[in-house]
């Protein structure tokens, strides 16, 4: 079984697309209706998460039967704030990292134990590593989340669980609707990426593909960039 968190979201949408032709799925996510309907759709089952009001991880882990395989975990659970630093409320700040940060500690503490073989995956941002403005709330929660993979990585060797993270860029989806709401906006974006594209779910998917697969059962502790060469690439 593969464990889809923050699966109504445009990533989550795309991934159980893309995996319950072939897979017992198991969903996450915060709001009933919306889950209700995609899991019954797929015949899967789900669970709704409230992050300010959680319990204790070994306590969340008995959603699934303890007979079940847990084969991954796609964390998809996230949100962007683009606010100068001091104009970021103490509210604003603490919810990106709960959102972001705190629902990776969660899930992953939660299966960790459960996932001998296994592979989980987190996301992460271009702003986890390379220094944009305005960007220091969800840059603190994402490069978070690339130090807490990596260690887990470390920890959960012995187990062969592999923990992973995707560092996209600016993509197409429900969170990033309002920046790109305008065709000025949208170029902009587009022609800050040394490869002049704004990002989409099928450039993540194959990566996705294979990092749950044992294709990449050499791979743990890494982040990969996805963001059309942008944390790393000058064009000439
Ligand atoms: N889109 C981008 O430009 C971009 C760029 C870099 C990194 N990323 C990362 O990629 C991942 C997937 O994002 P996406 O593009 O698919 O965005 P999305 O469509 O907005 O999905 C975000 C998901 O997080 C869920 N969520 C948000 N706040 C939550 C909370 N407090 N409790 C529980 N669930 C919550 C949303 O639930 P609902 O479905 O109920 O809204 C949704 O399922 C995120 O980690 C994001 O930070 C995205």
Redesign the pocket.
């Known amino acids: 079984m593969y464990i889809i968190a ?7 949408t795309a991934i159980v697309d893309a995996l319950s032709k072939d897979n017992e799925l198991f969903l996450i ?3 009933e209706t ?1 889950l209700k309907e995609q899991a019954s759709a797929i015949n899967a089952d789900y669970q709704v ?1 409230d ?1 300010n009001n959680t319990v204790e991880p070994r306590e969340f882990a008995k959603i699934i039967d303890t007979d079940t395989e847990i084969k991954g975990l796609v964390n ?5 704030l683009i606010k100068p630093l001091h104009g970021t409320t103490i509210d604003e700040f603490n919810d990106v990292i709960t ?2 940060l705190f629902s990776s500690y969660y899930l992953l503490a939660s299966f960790a134990r459960r996932m001998k073989n296994g592979s989980a995956i987190f ?1 992460s ?1 271009v702003a986890g590593s390379k220094g944009l403005s305005n960007h220091e709330a969800i840059a603190a929660a994402k490069s978070g989340i690339e130090g807490f993979a990596r260690s887990a990585a470390a920890t959960y060797a012995k187990d062969n669980l592999r923990v992973n993270v995707i560092a ?4 197409d ?4 609707e309002k920046i790109l709401s305008s065709e000025a906006a949208r170029e902009v974006s587009k022609n800050m990426h040394p490869i002049s594209k704004i990002g989409d779910a099928d450039d993540i998917l194959p990566v996705i593909k294979w990092l749950l697969s044992p294709d990449a059962k050499w791979v743990t502790g890494q982040t990969i960039h996805v963001d059309g060469g942008l944390s790393t690439v000058k064009p000439r």
């Open positions: 923050g699966s109504t979201g445009t990533l989550g996510g915060r709001d919306k998460i992050l998809c659970i996230g949100s962007i959102t972001n996301f941002s996209p860029s600016i993509m989806s429900n969170m990033s």
